[in-house]
């Protein structure tokens, strides 16, 4: 099995020290995290996490479940890049009379959709929000034109194939099974089972 | 109406009363039927300490003599009782101390809620005297850990903090507790106790369609065995366990942390699984056509190297911790859930069977064992005695009804392969974290878990010098500790991989101990040193007899070393009987 990049999507309760707790199960394995990016989700109270690694699926698959039994993690998802929606957010700083003076400046920014956030006498910032190769490429392009200050976000991703987390949850605020296992309602419909 | 809502009113504030966090502490261990704490003080935690006063007839406190002590006690009297182990400590330094105790309870799965007292909410971040970040040296460390500033938190946090440490797959929960919130005073509604956490599934669901998948595995099977762990016993299913294992007529072989949950002389007890268990189990392993494995986790102790590991077999695990499954070992069957849920299960489903040629592989394999190394460690020709043979003089007197705590080391293998144990919860050892010292705290917090069974601590000469401190806590308190050291005059584990495979570079092992009859004199406790076999029997019984706690100091052959062995980076069916096939 090869490494490649996955996208770790990670729903949780919105708890002080929740981020160590994640962040470690990584850093004790000695695996580097490429983007890490918080956000409130689409459920009020339930916090995001989207995290992205280079590494094998079966140590994707491991590090989900080491995730989801921190007991405030509700569901650790991970995905390839084609089953996910992604965008990271770079920042530009580039001297505003460079800008001014080179026409192909201009042009670069242009095809690469840069928007200008701030235009001051010494200085512009531009974003541009795509992929990271995207994003690199434009650091390449500006690097001889004097590129004072470069920075970008964690990547913030979608799951294709999600039905968003509302169902989700009522299945989790749905008490424990009772000490009847077979009576349990969910038992014969795997989808509706919780797996990892 | 609006009377109707008043009087409503008048009877909520009837039921609440003013209280402090401390108050409020302790009056949630009471709802929790705690009746033993163990703690040691200090300038942090002096407020539930002075709240602890006035409820010293309700709530126990053992006063330890380190904080380590502490934890390990607690670990000894979860372990030993079923019940959560409860831990007090100061900031700094007393939480610090915990961190050992911390690790090995997350490690073997162990119960146990911590409380540690912390500066002035004011004061956090400031590095105020004895000030130390306890929740972020803590967390790698521990099941689930929070901060509690305010003092309206803390009924709900420690009803969390007891829920999570008891249920699913068990472990260690610290509340650190800011001295203002210790301090402040607040209207107490009462102690509600916490059955779900929304987060939080501390039983994954029995899926049905696993049970029967594996149930037909089994009663397909030719070589069937099964290897269980301490799962069995922290899920308090062992009767479960055992009609699982008579109805199905295969072997069953056990972890370390396993040993217990059924007698040891069970017909179908097969012995114990692991770099120095027995050499059926470990060999049979890789014959074996189904490999049933319950409450366990494929610690590289027990697998050897993971590509010789039952590659020819089809593997059933039953596991209450997700995580585990395919964690070391891919399984055909993964059976999720809590084993007292799925044993049943699976029982209904599988036919009743005997195997007969295959245990006869078993008692073959016994027999090899027997000849090659038991006879030899319980019964030696030569004038040195042997750890073997103390157990043995043990086991008859103690007729394997005894609580049997053992630190980390030789000691450690000998007492786990030739203890008997008729009852679970007998065994407490450090397994997963190997913590040298962990005994004699842990015996002590066995003997609050059980004061109705003897506790006999086996302890080697390195471990007894790392926590002797807490004879202290014994000549204060008194809890019944029979101390048995098995005296080699090394550390004796190391000395033996040394010698084993670093050409007898003896490094740093030889230990001299001071005269521990005499240590323990000072602690007002009798003890006696025996190095002649003539006077072995007669000490023991001593020790047994004695009324209260005994320390007896057994010297044992220096270099005796303990087989069969799985050498480390080897498959378990190239196990050795002795140092000539190493």
């Known amino acids: ?196 | 109406m609006e009377t109707l809502a008043l009087q409503k009113e008048a009877t909520t504030v009837q039921t609440t009363t003013t209280i402090s966090g401390s108050e409020a502490v302790l009056k949630a261990l009471l709802a929790e039927k705690v009746d033993t704490v163990f703690g040691y003080p200090g300038g942090a935690i002096m407020p539930i300490y002075d709240a602890l006063y006035d409820y010293n007839d309700r709530l126990k406190h053992i006063l330890v003599r380190h904080e380590q002590g502490a934890i390990h006690a607690a670990q000894g009297y979860a372990r030993v009782s079923g019940k959560v182990g409860v831990v007090f400590a100061t900031s700094g330094p007393g939480a610090t101390n915990l961190v050992t105790g911390l690790a090995d309870a997350m490690i073997d799965s162990t119960p146990v809620v911590c409380i540690t007292g912390q500066v002035f909410a004011h004061l956090l971040g400031t590095d105020a005297f004895q000030e130390t970040d306890v929740i972020n040296i803590t967390t790698p460390v521990t099941k689930w850990n929070y901060q509690v500033t305010d003092a309206t938190e803390i009924p709900s946090v420690l009803a969390k903090a007891f829920y999570i440490a008891g249920s699913g797959r068990p472990g260690p929960v610290v509340i650190d507790i800011t001295k203002n919130a210790q301090l402040q005073m607040f209207e107490y509604a009462g102690y509600k106790r916490c059955e779900h956490i929304r987060s939080y599934r501390p039983k994954p669901i029995v899926r049905k369609e696993y049970i029967q998948q594996a149930a037909q595995l089994i009663n397909g099977a030719e070589r069937p065995f099964i290897i269980f762990g301490q799962g069995v016993v922290l899920g308090k299913a062992e009767k479960e366990f055992l009609r699982f294992v008579e109805k199905s007529g295969i072997p069953a072989a056990w972890t370390i942390m396993g040993m217990g949950a059924i007698p040891t002389d069970h017909p179908l007890a097969a012995g114990m699984l692991g770099m120095h268990g027995n050499y059926g189990p470990n060999l049979l392993t890789n014959e074996c056509d189904v490999l049933i494995a319950i409450g366990m986790r494929f610690d590289d102790r027990v697998t050897g190297r993971l590509d010789k590991y039952a590659k020819q077999a089809k593997i059933v695990h039953l596991d209450i911790d997700p995580a585990e499954i395919d964690k070391n070992v891919k399984t055909a069957v993964p059976v999720w859930g809590d084993c007292k849920e799925t044993l049943p299960l699976l029982t209904e489903l599988i036919e009743q069977k005997v195997y007969p040629q295959w245990l006869q592989r078993f008692k073959d394999c016994q027999a090899k064992e027997d000849q090659k190394v038991i006879q030899n460690e319980l019964h030696p020709a030569g004038d040195v005695m042997t750890m073997g043979e103390v157990l043995r003089n043990l086991n008859e007197l103690t007729n394997g009804e005894a609580i049997i705590v053992t630190d980390v080391g030789q000691h450690q293998m000998v007492a786990c392969r030739y203890a008997k144990m008729n009852n679970t919860r007998s065994n407490v050892t450090s397994g997963g974290l190997g913590t040298m010292g962990f005994a004699l705290p842990a015996a002590i917090g066995a003997a609050y878990g059980d004061p109705s069974r003897t506790t006999v601590a086996i302890i080697g000469d390195g471990g007894f010098q790392m926590t002797l401190q807490e004879l202290g806590t014994i000549m204060q308190f008194k809890p019944n500790v029979k101390i048995m050291i098995l005296n080699n005059q090394f550390l004796g584990m190391v000395r033996q991989w040394q010698e084993l495979f670093h050409q007898r570079r003896y490094s740093f092992v030889d230990i001299t101990s001071p005269d521990f009859v005499q240590v323990a004199k000072g602690f007002g406790i009798p003890g006696q040193s025996v190095s002649d076999r003539k006077d072995l029997r007669s000490a023991l019984e001593t020790m047994i007899n004695a009324d209260g706690s005994y320390l007896l100091e057994v010297m044992v052959g220096k270099e005796n070393n303990v087989f069969p062995m799985v050498p480390q980076g080897r498959g378990v069916a190239e196990i050795v009987l002795g140092s000539d096939e190493v």
């Open chain 1, 1 to 196: 099995m090869s490494k490649q990049e996955y996208t770790i999507t990670v729903y949780t309760e919105n708890q002080i020290g929740l981020l160590n707790r994640i962040a470690i199960i990584f850093s004790r394995r000695k695996i580097n995290i490429d983007s890490l990016n918080t956000s409130p989700s689409e459920v009020d109270s339930v916090h995001r996490f989207t995290i992205v690694i280079n590494e094998t699926e079966e140590v994707v698959r491991k590090l989900c479940r080491q995730i989801e039994k921190q007991v405030e993690v509700l569901k650790a998802y991970y995905n390839t890049a084609d089953e996910i929606v992604w965008q990271e957010l770079a920042l530009y700083k580039v001297p505003t009379e460079v800008i001014a003076a080179e026409v192909k400046v201009e042009r670069l920014l242009r095809e690469h959709g840069a928007k200008a956030v701030v235009i001051r006498k010494d200085y512009t910032v531009f974003e541009v929000a795509g992929h990271r190769e995207e994003t690199d490429k434009l650091i390449r392009v500006l690097e001889p034109f004097g590129l004072i200050e470069f920075v970008r976000s964690g990547r913030v991703a979608i799951i294709k194939a999600s039905d968003g987390f509302h169902e989700k949850l009522k299945e989790f605020e749905y008490r424990e099974p009772g000490e009847e296992a077979i009576e349990n309602e969910y038992l014969d419909q795997g989808e509706k089972v919780f797996t990892m």
